[in-house]
């Protein structure tokens, strides 16, 4: 008999442990739930451009967007803007002016797998501005007749495509109010310009060349189920995979 008190023992304090494990295997499995297909838009404006434009850059942009949001991790958007440059060099006093619209075109993804709010966010944009540029050097050498002159060329014509890699983050601030920075890697992939000279800038490009670097500091304001209201609707508790 005490064997088999002995045996029953050992059985439950086995039965115990089992259920124990079995049930700490599936809280492991717990996910944090999927967002809806369709969460929402926003509208944005580019707040580096007019503190470029307040410190006398060589050339800055104004700039405003909208997108949409996917799953909280798809971000089709579009993006407008005005690029100006007036720049006049140290040494020899020759002058650029250019202002004109351009715009782009891409996607953002989100990386962060939870819904609190936090966006580590990567992208691709398609950019594309035509615009016309002044030039002018009034210490130009004329090499045919000698001496110098006021050499001035106005309204040249000029055309652009680019890609831009992006990298950056987001965070909420208030309610529907966000904040997002981002760094951006741009390749110029194709460009016109007059037979006299190429461009110093480009509008939403920058410094003409085969690449360069920018970047944005973007206040955002999210509209529709990514608001307040949706965060209390589908909150960050976890649920146990079907």
């Known amino acids: 008999m005490p064997h088999r008190k002995i045996s029953r023992y050992i059985c439950t304090l086995l039965l115990i442990s089992l259920s124990l494990t ?13 967002a809806p297909l369709f969460c929402g838009a926003a509208v944005f404006a580019d707040l580096s451009g007019p503190v470029m434009k307040a410190v006398s850059s060589r ?8 997108r949409l949001n996917f799953r909280d991790h798809f971000f089709p958007l579009c ?18 002016h250019t202002r004109a619209p351009y715009f782009r075109v891409g996607m953002d993804y989100n990386f962060n ?23 002018e050097d009034p210490t130009f050498a004329d090499p045919i007749y000698a001496g110098n002159g006021n050499f001035k060329l106005d309204n040249q014509q000029g055309k652009a495509h680019w890609l831009e890699f992006t990298v950056g983050c ?35 490009f920058g410094k003409n060349g ?20 949706h965060n209390q609707t589908y909150p960050n508790a976890l649920i146990k995979k079907q």
């Open 22 to 34: 079995t049930a700490n295997a599936e809280k492991k499995k717990e996910v944090v739930p999927p």
């Open 59 to 66: 050339f800055d942009q104004m700039e405003v967007g909208a």
């Open 79 to 96: 993006e407008l803007g005005i690029g100006e440059s007036d720049r006049e060099g140290k040494e020899n006093n020759n002058t650029f």
């Open 113 to 135: 797998k939870k819904h609190n709010g936090n966006r580590l966010m990567g992208g691709l944009r398609y950019g594309y501005s035509a615009f016309k540029y002044d030039f």
């Open 170 to 204: 987001e965070t909420k601030l208030w309610s529907f109010i966000r904040l997002g920075w981002n760094l951006r890697f741009k390749a110029r992939l194709k460009q016109h310009a007059s037979d006299f000279g190429s461009p110093y800038y480009i509008p939403g």
């Open 210 to 229: 085969s690449s360069t670097f920018g970047g944005t500091l973007n206040l955002i304001f999210d509209v529709g189920r990514t608001s307040k209201k």
